[in-house]
């Protein structure tokens, strides 16, 4: 069973990028069929897909966010990352990291990170 | 972009009765790649049903999942204390994948 867990910068300057890392447990990152995506929550509301890189390697971003998301995969670690850049208060929310099979929905989710914008 | 609309926003019931969750999409969902996830206040969202109807291991046969299209239906059969929670829908057929904006059940 997969284990996922978010980690990164908890405050971030407005204008400046974000950046979390899903740690993957419980399985290869590079194995399994599975790909991976990351989901944010603005406090109080609801889900947002922000986007996800697939076992092959091609990424699809949300087409609101897709300026400026940049999803990756660091296989040595077994771990894959989130940049958003230029950020302002609008991008404050918990951000989950999710696994997923292609066609499937989300199975296993990060326990969520909340990442605030502010100076 | 599919926008799911949930209904209704707050359902009031007690433990033991039935919830009746409605998820409907702008257009037809594809091959009906329909998920249903319950979210607990500091909680990720946990995967309840997918393609419509189907439940992963672990789930609670009192957890139900029916329709197709643009008309979907979660039902909890009788409510159980850990329950009372928000429900979203998800459609994950077409991109960008969305999510409808939640119900929330909680104790009458």
């Known amino acids: 069973q997969l284990q996922l867990q978010e980690s990164g910068s908890g405050l971030v300057k407005p204008s400046q990028t974000l950046s979390l890392t899903c740690a993957v447990s419980g399985g290869s990152i590079s194995s399994g069929g599975y790909s991976w995506s990351w989901i944010r929550q603005p406090p109080g509301k609801g889900l947002e897909w922000i986007g996800y890189i697939f076992h092959s390697g091609s990424t699809y971003y949300n087409p609101s966010l897709k300026s400026r998301v940049a999803i990756s995969v660091d296989r040595s670690k077994n771990q894959f990352s989130l940049k958003l850049s230029s950020v302002t208060a609008a991008d404050t929310a918990v951000y989950y990291c999710?696994?997923?099979?292609?066609?499937?929905?989300?199975?296993?989710w990060g326990q969520g990170a909340l990442v605030t914008v502010s100076s | 972009e599919i926008v799911l609309t949930q209904s209704p926003g707050t359902l009031s019931l007690s433990p033991g009765e039935r919830a009746t969750l409605s998820c409907r999409a702008s257009?037809?969902?594809?091959?009906?790649?329909l998920a249903w996830y319950q979210q607990k206040p500091g909680q990720a969202p946990r995967l309840l049903i997918y393609g419509a109807s189907s439940r992963p291991t672990g789930i609670p046969d009192r957890f139900s999942g029916s329709g197709s299209g643009t008309d979907f239906t979660l039902t909890i059969s009788r409510l159980e204390p850990e329950d009372f929670a928000v429900y979203y829908c998800q459609q994950y057929g077409s991109s960008p994948q969305t999510f409808g904006g939640g119900t929330k059940v909680e104790i009458k």
């Open positions: 999710a696994s997923f099979m292609v066609r499937g929905p989300f199975d296993y």
């Open positions: 257009q037809s969902v594809s091959s009906s790649y």
